[in-house]
C-alpha cells in the first residue's frame, strides 16, 4: 500500500501543469524544487559532519545530477503536458524503463539485445500512435503542439533516463559510498540551486491573474505538495517499502506511476482518451510489460547463480531504483 501510495504521489506531477493555470510552467517548476532543495539543505545542515568528509567533486557530481535529473526533467514534463496533454506526457515518460536498459547495456550488459527489440518496438508503435492522434481526429490545426508535446515528453524520458544510468554508474565506480540520505539532499539541492535562482523570473514573467487570491492559493499549495510532500516524503515512503517488496514486484508497482498519472491527468483536462491514444498507450504498457518480464527473469537467473550471502539488494532491477 505504501508503494502504491507513493506511485499516486508521484504521478500528481503530470496533472499540476494544467491544475495551476493560468500560472506558468517555469513557476509551479521552480516554486516545486525551491521547497525541494530547502527540505535537502536542512538535512545538509545536520549532516554537516559527514558533508565535509565527501569530496568536493563528488559534492558538485550530487549537484549536476540533481539539476540534470530533476530540474530539467521536470521542466520537459511541465512544457510537455501543457502544450500536448498529461496523459501523453505520462505514458511516454513511463516508457523509461527501455531508454534505461538502453543505454545501461552498452556500459554492462544486462539482458541480450533480442529480448529488448520486442519492447522497443511496441514503444515506438505507440509513441506513433499518440502523435496522430489529432491528425486521425482532423484537428491538423493542434497537431503541431501534439508533436512538440511528445518531443517534450521524449526529452524527459531521455533526462531521466540519463540521471538514472550516470548516478548508478558512478556510485558503482566509488569505493566509500555516500550515505543515501546526504546523497538525496545533495540531489535536492541541485535542482533546488537551479530553482532558487530562477524563481525570481519565474514570478516576474507569470501573469498578473496568477496572483489574484483563488489562483495564488491554488499554485502555492501545488509547490507545496510537490515539493515537500510529492518529492520528499513519496521518495521516503518508497525507500521503506521497498524494503519488503518482492523483487519481481517492484517494477509492476513503478509502472503504477504511469497508469496513475494518465489516469488523473484526463479529469484536469476534461476530457476522455482517444481511441488511438489508448491504443498507443496499451502498446507502451505491453512494451514496459514484456522488458519487465525478461528482466525479472535475468535477475532470477543471477540469483540462482550467485552466492547464498549476496545482499536482496544487488537483485534489485537497476532501472527501478531511482525516484522522482
Known sequence: MAA?????????????????????ELLLVTGRYSLFGLCGLYVLIRSRKQLKLMPLRRILFGLYIGFVGYFVFYICVSYSATAGSGFITAVVVGASPITIALAGNFAE?????????????????????????DF????????????LGIALALGAMLTWSYFVVRNAQ?????????DPTIWAALVAMGAGGASMVLLPYAIASTPEETFSPYP???????????????????????VKAAQGIPVPLVGPLLATETIFGAILSLPVEQRTPTWTEIAGALCILAGISVYMVFDVRNVRSKEALSAPDESDADAVPATTRASR
Open 170 to 178: 558512478s556510485q558503482r565506480t566509488w569505493e566509500t559510498k555516500p
Open 216 to 238: 495564488l492559493f491554488k499554485i502555492i499549495t501545488w509547490c507545496v505538495f510537490l515539493g515537500v510532500i510529492g518529492s520528499w516524503w513519496g521518495t521516503y515512503i518508497w
Open 109 to 133: 550488459k544486462r539482458m541480450s539485445w533480442s529480448q529488448l527489440i520486442a519492447p522497443v518496438v511496441l514503444i515506438l508503435a505507440g509513441i506513433n500512435l499518440l502523435s496522430v492522434t
Open 136 to 147: 486521425v481526429q482532423g484537428r491538423s490545426e493542434d497537431a503541431g503542439n501534439s508533436i
Open 4 to 24: 502504491l501510495t507513493a506511485a499516486l504521489l508521484w504521478a500528481t506531477a503530470f496533472v499540476a501543469p494544467a491544475a495551476v493555470k493560468p500560472a506558468s
